[in-house]
């Protein structure tokens, strides 16, 4: 078997591990797989990324997973001070992503319409939860918000697939924000922040992995034809 599927595979059972453990309430394995992810996750990417195009390293998508990672580690720790630190690590690869996303992608016919939708859901989303959160977390994830927002609408340059990747990791930091507010709460919700998180990470990696090889490869084309 390949490195890649390898590592991919690696993915999938940590990940299964961690939403089991959050299903049946296990802490510790919570806490032994989170971090595991993002690492195996950006592995993959860089052993994907060079079976696909034979040179060149993924370094923006290999820092946009490990500061996703550094968010995962720091959301383990119930402290406001940990959860700003994460928020921030998690903002530093919302940077990284823009940046891919810009670099790969192309713009779609339907940017306006997903324009005007996102913007709409960040400007309720913030209405709604902003007299719910305490006091001194207000600006910051209304800040936040607007970059992963920002984040979710650019990612549809890349298709489809990473467009839902934007999109469940919107989801998945709502879920936050909501449980931050103290709103009610579906049943064991870490699993469904978990569940939509690292299906928007994979997305997200998907989507540049798909994107730059083929953008890498169309000179090449043009020059045989």
Not at 117 to 142: E, F, I, K, N, Q
Not at 190 to 199: R, S
């Amino acid at each position: 078997m390949r490195p890649e599927r390898l590592l991919l595979a690696a993915f999938g059972l940590a990940l299964a591990g961690d939403l089991g453990s959050l299903l049946v309430g296990f802490g510790p394995g919570h806490t032994v797989c989170k971090p595991l992810l993002m690492p195996l996750l950006a592995g993959y990417a860089v052993c994907a990324w060079r079976a696909a195009s034979g040179n060149g390293e993924p370094r923006m998508l290999v820092a946009a997973l490990l500061f996703g990672w550094g968010g995962d580690v720091l959301l383990l720790f119930d402290a406001e001070p940990a959860f700003l630190g994460g928020m921030g690590s998690f903002a530093a690869g919302h940077v990284c992503w823009l940046l891919l996303f810009a670099r790969y992608g192309t713009a779609r016919p339907y940017a306006l319409w997903l324009g005007l939708a996102y913007g709409a859901a960040l400007a309720g989303t913030v209405a709604l939860l902003w007299s719910d959160l305490p006091g001194d977390l207000r600006v910051p994830v209304a800040g936040y918000s607007l970059l992963l927002t920002a984040m979710a609408f650019r990612s549809a340059r890349l298709g489809l697939a990473a467009g839902a990747g934007g999109a469940l990791f919107l989801l998945s930091d709502t879920l936050i924000a909501t449980g931050v507010a103290e709103w009610p709460q579906l049943p064991r919700p870490d699993f469904w922040i978990m569940l939509t998180y690292a299906a928007a990470q994979y997305l997200l990696a998907r989507g540049v992995l798909t994107a730059r090889p083929a953008q890498a490869t169309a000179p090449e084309a043009r020059t045989a034809a």
